[in-house]
């Protein structure tokens, strides 16, 4: 009893001192899926998925082919310290992201082809601009979830449910080796953390907390020192929520919420090992707890069809 009682007591305190920044993550969570399964319709209309068959299974394979061939271009990059590239190629890509995020809000007040893509460009520039010259975190944040959800949404109507599935199961998988067998997802985290982009939501965990001044992960993990926030990536929010998207989209927002509510109990978990002070793979939980509330969400509110 008393070998347990020690790591109950720490443990009860780190949930105590990293409630707020956990709740907060957790709304972020919640606002990005909620507001993707909305944006559904729009981004129909739109036409901005990303594959012309959303129900061909290869989609995913080829969807994951192009993030291990740009995460080890990436890593290289990062291995040259050519920082300035990096940064080049973020904003490019985050400010591209943006203008397929923003038109679909222009096609659905009429305005439609170059002109909604000029409104959607004039918007991704300014956004991309403010977080080149001041990236608080909670610019960051915000610019997240925007993009968190418009993202989720476009690849929610990109895949259908078995491809989902898929991609979901292969990502969890990956995720998995990348931080506890390789590691090099740590050393991604730390490059992207340097550079101050949107691709990662930070939670303080106390006011006087500045992300400007955040300095190395990895130092931070190596020496122990204590972390003033909490992180998570992007790819946490988009991917799970890629399902949660697909499965409102056939199904009904019942599904769509199952699914969602699984990959929340899923976040709980995973915040109790992120406590432990270690990186932790995010999306094996998170993708796990999807797929599950996506079938449970099926067999109590679509009569046990998973709509595949």
């Not at 909305?38 to 394979?61: G, I, K, R, T, W």
């Not at 061939?69 to 080049?88: C, E, G, S």
């Not at 122990?224 to 989209?249: C, Q, T, W, Y």
């Amino acid at each position: 009893m008393s070998d347990n009682k020690e790591p109950e007591e720490s443990l009860s305190e780190a949930w105590k001192e990293n409630s707020w920044p956990i709740l907060a993550l957790a709304l972020c969570f919640v606002i990005s899926h909620v507001t993707a399964m909305y944006l559904v319709p729009a981004y129909q209309e739109a036409e901005v998925q990303a594959f012309e068959d959303p129900e061909d299974p290869l989609n995913s394979v080829v969807y994951i082919g192009i993030i291990l061939v740009f995460t080890a271009f990436i890593l290289w990059i990062a291995k040259q310290n050519l920082d300035w590239v990096l940064q080049i190629i973020f904003l490019t890509a985050i400010g591209t992201t943006f203008i397929y995020v923003f038109y679909p809000f222009f096609n659905s007040y009429g305005i439609t082809g170059f002109a909604g893509y000029v409104g959607a460009t004039a918007l991704a520039v300014q956004l991309t601009f403010l977080l080149l010259s001041y990236p608080e975190w909670y610019v960051i944040d915000i610019a997240g979830v925007i993009l968190a959800a418009g993202v989720a949404a476009i690849f929610g109507i990109s895949f259908g449910l078995l491809p989902a599935l898929l991609l979901l199961s292969g990502l969890a998988i990956y995720d998995a080796w990348a931080v506890y067998k390789t590691g090099h997802m740590v050393d991604l985290a730390d490059s992207v953390m340097d550079l101050k982009l949107p691709i990662l939501l930070v939670m303080p965990k106390s006011l006087d907390y500045s992300f400007l001044k955040q300095g190395s992960l990895n130092k931070q993990i190596e020496s122990g020192e204590k972390r003033g926030a909490l992180f998570m990536g992007l790819g946490d929010l988009v991917i799970p929520g890629a399902l949660v998207v697909s499965s409102k989209a056939a199904l009904g927002w019942s599904v769509g919420l199952a699914s969602m509510t699984g990959s929340l109990i899923g976040f709980g978990i995973l915040m109790t090992f992120v406590l432990s002070g270690r990186p932790q793979a995010g999306l094996p939980l998170l993708n796990g707890g999807a797929i599950l509330g996506y079938f449970v969400g099926a067999l109590l509110f679509n009569s046990g069809n998973l709509g595949l």
